[in-house]
Structure formats: C-alpha cells, structure tokens
T-cell receptor, first 117, second 115 residues
Framework: KAGVTQTPRYLIKTRGQQVTLSCSPI?????VSWYQQTPGQGLQFLFE???????NKGNFPGRFSGRQFSNSRSEMNVSTLELGDSALYLC????????????????FGPGTRLTVL | AQKVTQAQTEISVVEKEDVTLDCVYE???????LFWYKQPPSGELVFLIR??????QNEISGRYSWNFQKSTSSFNFTITASQVVDSAVYFC????????????FGKGTMLLVSP
C-alpha cells in the first residue's frame, strides 16, 4: 500500500510569489491534514480537510489556504510569500480525521521543504 | 489550551547507553490521547505509540518503553541500549479525545547516538 506522497519535495521561491503544494493521501483515506514545521515554532497545525470540506483550521493568516478534491488529494496554497514561510510542510492522512479510534492513525508524508528568498 | 513541553532540545549519547526523553503536557480535558513520533532525517513523522488518558499502564516494545504518569502530567520515553539508527528528532504530541481533534506537538528532542 503506497504511503502519503507530497510534491514537490523541495521548492525555492522569492518573497511575494505564491506557491501550491500537493498531497496524495493513502488510498481509502478521506482526511488530509497539513502542518508547518519551522525551527522556531516547531510543528503547527494548518488545516484539515474531509470530503472536500475544511473541517478544522489552525491559527494562520488568510494567505494560507487549501482545498481537497473528490479523490481526496489535497493542495495547499500560500500567497504573497514571506521569508518566515520557509518551512517543512507536512501532510498527514487518516481514514476519517481526528485521532479517535486505534484504526484511525495519522500517516505523514515526507514533506515539502519550501525556501523563500 | 493544550500544551506539550519537551525541555530537552538535544541529547547526545554513546551507543548502548539508555536514554530517556521527557514530555510534560497540559490540558483541561479529562480524556485525551498522547503520542510519540520519530522524525528521521528523511523528514516524515513515524508513529511510535498512542496512549489513552485512562490507561496509565507502562508499555514496552522491544528496546522502547513509555512511562505515563497522570499525576505529574508526564509521558516519558526510554530507549534501552541505544543504537545509531535511533538518531532522530522525537516528538511528543497531545490531542483531545473528542470530535476531529488535531495534534498539538512539543518542540521535539534531537537524539544523537554516536558509535
């Protein structure tokens, strides 16, 4: 069974540009969550999607947005990039979202490392 | 609000030493879940363990063991006879046990095991 895949793995952008990251969940998983990892703030929850609907959102500015498609694949977009957006962006998929149920573990992808110059 | 504190930023040990990674959490919930994840240099988070707040039994899995103490809000992780392959960043995380909750992570502890 293929794991969570994220593309691209590495990305370099300049300030003011926008970027789109992609996440393909494990087959059959309907929930996709996004996390930002930086040396200063650590791992922070961005948002979660289930059945094409954003169900949960972290404390990030509106420049961060996302969507989920009918095949459960998800994209996140960051507009007007700032230097502080440089981070590893991790995607996690699970069957139904949340953390209840031992069958409902979150599986993480390898991440996309975004560098903003 | 939930909070997870991993006070050890970096730990260096020599192979075969035992090492304990500390995790202290704060939550107002009476029911919650605690997790440990390992992040190797490749970047993806690897799930190690999940523990329900009602289950305070310690758990052992091979060289790994976990000590959950509700009285001190701690969920510590011990690696016995450490190996070079254990070198990674280890994260402790907390989530509510209701609804579609998300994970609140600690800042992580980098473990360096040298030969």
């Amino acid at each position: 069974k293929a794991g969570v895949t994220q593309t691209p793995r590495y990305l370099i952008k300049t300030r003011g540009q926008q970027v789109t990251l992609s996440c393909s969940p494990i087959s059959g998983h309907r929930s996709v969550s996004w996390y930002q990892q930086t040396p200063g703030q650590g791992l922070q929850f961005l948002f979660e999607y289930f059945s094409e609907t954003q169900r949960n959102k972290g404390n990030f500015p509106g420049r961060f947005s996302g969507r989920q498609f009918s095949n459960s694949r998800s994209e996140m977009n960051v507009s007007t990039l700032e230097l502080g957006d440089s981070a590893l962006y991790l995607c996690a998929s699970s069957l139904i979202g949340g953390t209840m149920g031992s069958y409902n573990e979150q599986f993480f992808g390898p991440g996309t490392r975004l560098t903003v110059l | 609000a939930q909070k997870v504190t991993q006070a050890q930023t970096e730990i260096s040990v020599v192979e075969k030493e035992d090492v304990t990674l500390d995790c202290v959490y704060e939550t107002r919930d009476t029911t919650y879940y605690l997790f440990w994840y390992k992040q190797p240099p490749s970047g993806e988070l690897v799930f190690l363990i999940r523990r329900n707040s009602f289950d305070e039994q310690n758990e052992i899995s091979g060289r790994y063991s976990w000590n959950f103490q509700k009285s001190t809000s701690s969920f510590n992780f011990t690696i016995t006879a450490s190996q070079v392959v254990d070198s990674a960043v280890y994260f402790c995380a907390l989530s509510e046990a209701e609804g579609y909750s998300t994970l609140t992570f600690g800042k992580g502890t980098m473990l360096l095991v040298s030969p």
